[in-house]
């Protein structure tokens, strides 16, 4: 492995860049022209440019992109998108730019990399590689978010042509309509030897700092070596609702340390019975697992004032 300095330099010096889009995505079709031709005038251009348009292309596209050996693979897309490069570029010497054309963005945004196409590219460009924390549930590698409950719901019944029309508001929404017929979760999270029960609709394990395009806490980061576990409220539905208010208005207001959260390495998650994840916006696994940080994991292109250590 390279040296962060020497990724950076090489990019630099041998340009050796691959891009893909996923064109699914809500903005990806409309802006995959502007994409290209803004790499091209930012003085980047790319060995190969692989658009993905169908279900189950993002696999391919991604295989042909790494083909061309890159040392920097922009990848174009929303949370799942770029959660899924995320996963095939983790520990390898190879670093991930950016740019966010999703619904919610919560991967961009947990990297300070701007949601404006231009300043997007720009971070490319003039930026450098960082390496940040990725998570593992079971045999799972996340970026963000590994939760159970109403979410699991909400991932297997948003509709596409809903997240299109509306953006993140369709995730609330579903998760609305479906939240009367939802039967509240038993879990028990172990840390060490100490054992914390816990019924709830909803239980979130964050690796980044934002969920459903909001401030998690104004601490939590990408590069923070831990692992953020947090119910949304309790037994009733209405806990529910007022939690998810409190942390859309006052996450960037909290920290770690209050009550609520619990700031770890590594955990066990059980439930009575067991139940499917919600990895990254995809169900992958169940519980019972282990999940555990896997620290400075993936190498990322960002802006030069991120903090990196």
């Keep these: 492995m390279r040296s962060k300095a020497e990724l950076s330099a090489a990019i630099r010096r041998d340009g050796r860049i691959a891009l893909v889009v996923n064109t699914r995505s809500r903005r990806g079709r ?13 003085g980047l251009d790319p060995l190969g440019s692989f658009p993905s348009s169908e279900a189950g292309g993002l696999d391919a596209a991604l295989t042909a992109a790494m083909g061309l050996r890159p040392d920097l693979l922009i990848v174009g897309g929303g949370d799942g998108t770029l959660c899924e490069a995320a ?3 983790a520990h390898r010497d190879v670093a991930l730019g950016v740019l966010p054309l999703g619904t919610t963005n919560n991967f961009a945004r947990t990297l300070a990399i701007p949601l404006d196409l231009p300043a ?4 490319l460009a003039d930026g450098k590689v960082a390496d940040v924390d990725l998570g593992q549930a079971g ?4 970026a963000n978010l590994v939760s159970i409950g109403l979410s699991v719901q909400v991932a297997n019944t948003v509709p596409h042509h809903l997240k299109r029309l509306l953006g993140r508001a369709a995730y609330p929404l579903t998760a609305l309509a479906g939240l009367p017929r939802h039967r509240p979760l038993r879990a028990t999270v172990t840390v060490g030897d100490r054992r914390y029960p816990l019924v709830t609709h909803q239980l979130n394990i964050a690796n980044g700092g934002f969920h459903g395009g909001r401030p998690i806490t104004r601490d939590a980061s990408a590069d923070d070596r831990l692992l953020l576990v947090y119910p949304l409220g309790g037994p009733s539905r209405w806990t529910l609702l007022g939690s998810a208010l409190r942390h859309a208005i006052l996450g960037i207001r909290r ?6 959260f619990l700031a770890v390495r590594e955990l066990w998650l059980d439930t009575d019975p067991p139940l499917q994840l919600d990895v990254d916006g995809e169900i992958r696994g169940h519980t ?3 999940i555990v ?7 990322v292109m960002v802006a ?4 990196d250590s």
């Design 120 to 123: 997007a590219i720009s971070v």
């Design 139 to 142: 045999d799972a590698v996340f």
């Design 255 to 260: 920290t770690m340390n209050e009550p609520a």
């Design 87 to 89: 996963r095939r570029l």
């Design 288 to 290: 019972p697992t282990r």
């Design 293 to 299: 940080l896997s620290p400075e994991a993936l190498r």
């Design 30 to 42: 409309r802006l995959y022209p502007a994409v290209r031709s803004g790499l091209l005038a930012a």
């Design 304 to 307: 030069p004032a991120f903090p």
